[in-house]
């Protein structure tokens, strides 16, 4: 089945505390992005990579690393988590830079306390 | 600044009737807008799509309507069915550093009460 997958799903951690956050898609796609949604302000995007080695920042990207070592997975690293942290957060694919339609991954919800 | 708005938090709509989800944008260079839709505890799943050149696509029960100089789009979904009960956002697409990037809507919460 064609999808987009993260982990962990829910996540409560405490000021500092460094954690990563893994997607993996398994559609051969190039392009992929971190998104967080926060009400009343949709979804942001974080740091995107159109290919493999190739990252670049979103419009929220203060906070989080990114990395694109092989093409199907895409971690978000939070180096020093902060309360204004607390999110949930999508990863996304599409088969390239050029495609329009991306796929979403189920979600991840972050408390940090 | 909010590029893509969607004003309506929520909408409830009896089963049966239409529903009509509204976006606005202001960057005139946006070239493709989408919408998505999200059930709790999952990802945002595309459901239509309109080029800027066109000002109607259907799909099925969904219709999405672009009014370029208005810069105004919005979703018709009809009938409205229980399985539509979902919080809906739109998305406008910008060509930025050779990528397409996504601009999102804050979204809606369609009911559809039965």
């Known amino acids: 089945e064609a999808q987009v997958t993260q982990n962990p799903r829910y996540l409560i951690t405490v000021t500092g505390k460094k954690l990563t956050v893994t997607c993996s898609q398994n559609?051969?796609?190039?392009?992929m992005s971190w998104y967080r949604q926060d009400p009343g302000l949709g979804l942001r995007q974080i740091y995107y990579?159109?290919?493999?080695?190739?990252?670049d920042k979103g419009d929220v990207p203060e906070g989080y690393k990114v990395s694109r070592k092989e093409k199907r997975n895409f971690p978000l690293i939070l180096e020093s988590p902060s309360p204004n942290q607390t999110s949930l957060y999508f990863c996304?694919?599409?088969?390239?830079?050029?495609?329009?339609?991306?796929?979403f991954g189920p979600g991840t919800r972050l408390t940090v306390t | 600044d909010q590029q893509v708005k969607q004003n309506s938090p929520s909408l409830s709509v009896q089963e049966g009737r239409i529903s009509i989800l509204n976006c606005d944008y202001t960057n005139s260079m946006f070239d493709y807008f989408l919408w998505y839709k999200k059930y709790p505890a999952e990802g945002p799943t595309f459901l239509i799509s309109i080029s800027s050149i066109k000002d109607k696509n259907e799909d099925g029960r969904f219709t999405v309507f672009l009014n370029k100089s208005a810069k105004h789009l919005s979703l018709h979904i009809v009938p409205s069915q229980p399985g539509d009960s979902a919080v809906y956002f739109c998305a406008a697409v910008l060509g930025i550093q050779g990528a397409q990037k996504l601009v999102f809507g804050q979204g809606t919460r369609l009911t559809i009460n039965p």
């Open positions: 990579s159109m290919n493999v080695e190739v990252t």
């Open positions: 996304a694919s599409s088969l390239s830079k050029d495609s329009y339609e991306q796929y």
């Open positions: 559609m051969n796609h190039e392009y």
